[in-house]
């Protein structure tokens, strides 16, 4: 596709249980970001991926929050043992080098825990 | 922490006027960006400048970077209802794998 691609685009769940959710960056770009966004909020990083390189969780709030991304193109953020806190708008984003240059966003989940 | 506080947060004005929205950070940084986000989603790149510059311009919007003063302005000139949106800075610090957002200014142009 042409942009960046978010799967679901909307996800309610419950508390405890488990999400997944899927990115699919813009073919070729190195770098992939997931951010979350909390409503009414700024962005808040969460990881990157450049190329083969470990990735950059530092962002990650707990260790409910994982996230890989496999032949350096497809994302999957994990959630486990979601929590209410964790309802929040989640953005990916790529980019085409290494710099910090121009992200391309994608239009996100939803992420609703009842 | 983030970097990047928008100031004001929000602003309403008439279609043709201008819209000026401020951005403060607090390190050294490579470059700075603004973003427009319309509805809460997806985000959309609209201009950078380097550090090493002090003004840019793109079609309607002109954005300064004051390096001294850990500050960039962005100014939407002669502005439509379709510029109806947030916008957010997000520096860039060398070394630094992240764009660092800020929380937004909401912009609400009234026809």
């Known amino acids: 596709g042409a942009g960046v691609s978010q799967s679901p685009s909307n996800k309610v769940t419950e508390k405890g249980k488990d999400v997944e959710l899927r990115c699919d960056p813009i073919s070729g770009h190195t770098a992939l970001y997931w951010y979350r966004q909390s409503l009414g909020q700024g962005l808040e990083f969460l990881i990157y991926f450049q190329g083969n390189s470990a990735p950059d969780k530092s962002g990650l709030p707990s260790d409910r929050f994982s996230a890989e991304r496999t032949g350096g193109s497809v994302s999957t953020l994990t959630i486990q043992r979601t929590q209410q806190e964790d309802s929040a708008v989640y953005l990916c984003a790529s980019s085409p080098g290494t710099a910090n240059e121009k992200l391309f966003f994608g239009s996100g989940t939803q992420l609703s825990v009842l | 922490s983030q970097q990047g506080e928008e100031d004001p947060q929000a602003l309403s004005i008439q279609e043709g006027e201008n819209a000026t929205m401020n951005c403060s950070y607090k390190?050294?940084?490579?470059?700075l960006q603004w973003y427009r986000q319309n509805s809460g989603r997806g985000l959309v790149h609209l201009i950078l400048i380097r550090s090493n510059e002090r003004e840019k311009h793109s079609g309607r919007l002109r954005v300064t970077l004051d390096t001294s003063k850990k500050s960039s302005s962005l100014l939407i000139t002669a502005s439509r209802a379709a510029d109806t949106a947030s916008y957010f800075c997000?520096?860039?610090?060398?070394?630094?794998?992240?764009?660092?957002f800020g929380k937004g200014n909401q912009v609400v142009v009234i026809p």
């Open positions: 390190t050294s940084i490579n470059n």
């Open positions: 997000a520096t860039d610090r060398y070394g630094n794998n992240r764009l660092a």
